[in-house]
């Protein structure tokens, strides 16, 4: 018999958070239309965008200390409905709130050299800690040949790179893209490059027991747990966070996909053994990012 605590106190880190106040909706940088909005049953306030001082009081609620913000780089300019979060912006976010948020730095393979100098910088002059890629966007999968430079270049920063694996949701119905993430594909970057820790965001649904089973072959290579309401995850995910995986998994929400007091509230309707939840919600995003 599983016998109910009370959680532990205790900080949550979130590693996948986009912006998404009303600048990013009125700029058109959000990356969804109505339909997608309606697919998510995203609720109708939450569709106007959530000021960020908002954001924290929602973060205060569900316990979440601190939350990654993703500078999104989405697709080709030049391609339609394409869009890009200027590092600079999301460096202010994280100076407004200091210590709640740090920034992650979208890759664009398309802007070449140019972009990894832009991702040098990024971490280097504005302190963030990560960089982010959603290959869907660009329609390459994440062990094209394009992408290596921006790993190279992490590996020298010492820095962990974020991709979502699966398959990607039909965002806005106007321009549908490819689900291009299959899991396996990280193979190829962790053999390739051993020091660069790779993080599968979205739990590679729906081949998620091939995102586990990737990450339990290589060192390097993790897995969030983000995107999904958690009472929906799959049983072997939950498992792999409580058991095997307890060292490799990481707690995201991928708001406003979800919100963090429902995703925390769902977390501990899963029962999780205390060890293993803060590993989860905390532990490993520490040693990950490296963050203090």
């Not at 997608?36 to 106007?48: C, G, L, Y």
């Not at 965008?49 to 913000?69: F, H, K, N, P, T």
């Not at 979060?85 to 140019?114: Q, W």
């Not at 983000?226 to 929400?253: I, M, N, Q």
Request: charged content about 25%.
């Amino acid at each position: 018999m599983t016998t109910t605590t009370e959680p532990e106190s205790y900080g949550a880190i979130d590693i996948v958070v986009a912006p998404h106040t009303p600048r990013e909706i009125a700029e058109d940088q959000v990356g969804v239309d109505q339909h997608f909005m309606d697919k998510v049953r995203m609720p109708e306030d939450m569709r106007r965008g959530i000021e960020l001082d908002q954001y924290v009081g929602m973060m205060d609620r569900a316990g979440v200390e601190r939350s990654l913000l993703i500078a999104t780089r989405a697709g080709d300019l030049n391609v339609k409905h394409s869009y890009a979060i200027p590092y600079e912006r999301i460096a202010e976010y994280c100076s407004a709130f200091p210590g709640r948020f740090h920034g992650l730095a979208g890759v664009d393979p398309t802007r070449k050299m140019n972009g990894v100098r832009e991702l040098e910088e990024a971490v280097e002059d504005l302190g963030f800690i990560g960089a982010h890629l959603y290959p869907h966007w660009f329609g390459l999968a994440p062990d094209d040949r394009r992408y290596y430079p921006y790993y190279t270049k992490c590996c020298e920063l010492g820095i962990p790179i974020m991709m979502q694996v699966g398959h990607c949701l039909d965002y806005r119905r106007d321009r549908i893209l490819e689900s291009v993430g299959k899991p396996i594909t990280l193979e190829h970057i962790a053999i390739d490059f051993p020091e660069l820790k790779v993080i599968g965001i979205h739990m590679g649904w729906p081949w998620t027991e091939e995102m586990i089973a990737v990450a339990f072959k290589h060192e390097n290579v993790y897995v969030s747990g983000d995107a999904y309401a958690p009472r929906h995850w799959p049983k072997e995910f939950v498992r792999y966070v409580d058991s095997w995986g307890a060292d490799k998994c990481l707690f995201g929400t991928d708001w406003p996909v979800i919100g963090p007091e429902r995703a925390i509230e769902e977390i501990d309707g899963l029962g999780l053994r205390p060890a293993s939840r803060r590993r989860f919600l905390r532990d490993n995003a520490l040693r990950v990012f490296g963050l203090s």
